[in-house]
């Protein structure tokens, strides 16, 4: 856990040293770099030899039907209040719905999960992160980028073309699930393990970009804008509530669950918005503020 925090920390400083030692416009072209080697290269590798070698079980019970359930409703909070109560522009919406569906669970919530429950409950977790998270990216968030991004087409239909034909995690998932176990060879899992890592660096120094080029006067401001507010409630209290009461009335779920519900907006989030046209300066802040918070949060439960 102490190894994940000082390397998200380490990332993001990493980033913030990148621009001001290159200057806005040569880091900008870096960080699109980085997000788009992330989004055409390293998510496909990951999305497919991982869903190779996944073996679905009825096993994993209603607490997954539970979590898509508790992500549909802050999804469509996220939607209603970006548009009927803040008004917000159809890029900026699209960012405050994707921060709040698309969850880091794996990167930090397995670990987090491991570090506070124990390792008998990484097995649940590993579920979740697989059937719920991974949908809720290459499926939903690539979807809301395209509905909601400028860089996604004018019209229903070109920005259908381009959620289906701008999408190789979908089109990983889909190869994925097709294959057989003997195309996901114990050398290449190994390898998404490392590539897993790789991803976690890389997505963190794009986002310490981002909140670079974003200060003011060459001073890191993260101010708690209304949006990025709505996004933070939503993503790091509402959702899980929402989770442990549905737990409580309906079925008891896994403590892994519930864990992995208040999980901070996903490092995927930022490639969504940056591949689809969404408003990177919400997502950046989101993204750092749930993230804090979060880690904040672990801490101190992890100490007490």
């Keep these: 856990m102490i ?3 000082a390397a998200i920390a380490a990332s993001v400083a990493g980033g913030l040293a990148v621009e001001r030692r290159f200057g806005e416009e040569r880091a900008r072209r870096f960080a699109s770099g980085v997000l788009t080697a992330i989004f055409w290269v390293l ?7 991982s869903l190779a070698r996944l073996h679905v079980t009825a096993g994993v019970g209603a607490g997954i039907a539970l979590g898509y359930v508790t992500l549909a409703i802050v999804g469509v909070a996220a939607w209603a209040i970006g548009t009927r109560v803040l008004r917000l522009p159809r890029p900026s919406v699209g960012a405050l719905i994707v921060v709040v569906v698309v969850v880091n669970t794996g990167y930090l919530g397995l670990p987090l999960v491991t570090a506070l429950l124990g390792r008998d409950d990484l097995p649940a977790a590993i579920a979740y992160d ?5 949908p809720m990216f290459y499926i939903t968030g690539l979807a809301i980028g395209a509905a909601f991004g400028s860089a996604a087409g004018a019209t229903r239909a070109e920005r259908l073309r381009t959620y289906l034909l701008r999408n190789p995690p979908l089109l990983a998932a889909i190869a994925g699930l097709l294959a057989p176990d003997s195309l996901a060879p114990d050398i290449a899992i190994d390898v998404v393990h490392v590539v897993i890592y790789v991803l976690l660096v890389a997505g963190f120094v ?9 200060a003011e006067g060459g001073f890191l401001r993260l101010p708690l804008t209304p949006p990025v507010a709505v996004a933070v409630v939503l993503r790091c209290l509402v959702a899980p509530g929402l989770l442990l009461a549905l737990s409580a009335i309906i079925i008891d779920v896994p403590d892994a669950y519930l864990v992995l519900s ?11 918005a940056h591949n689809y046209g969404l408003d990177l300066g919400l997502t950046s802040s989101a993204l750092a503020w749930t993230t804090g918070l979060v880690i904040a949060g672990a801490t101190v439960a992890s100490v007490l």
């Design 130 to 134: 697989s059937l719920v998270s991974g």
């Design 43 to 49: 998510m496909p590798f990951v999305t497919f030899f």
């Design 3 to 5: 190894a994940i925090i």
């Design 262 to 272: 208040a999980m901070p907006a996903g490092v995927n989030s930022l490639v969504v």
């Design 206 to 214: 794009a986002l310490g970009i981002n909140l670079a080029i974003e």
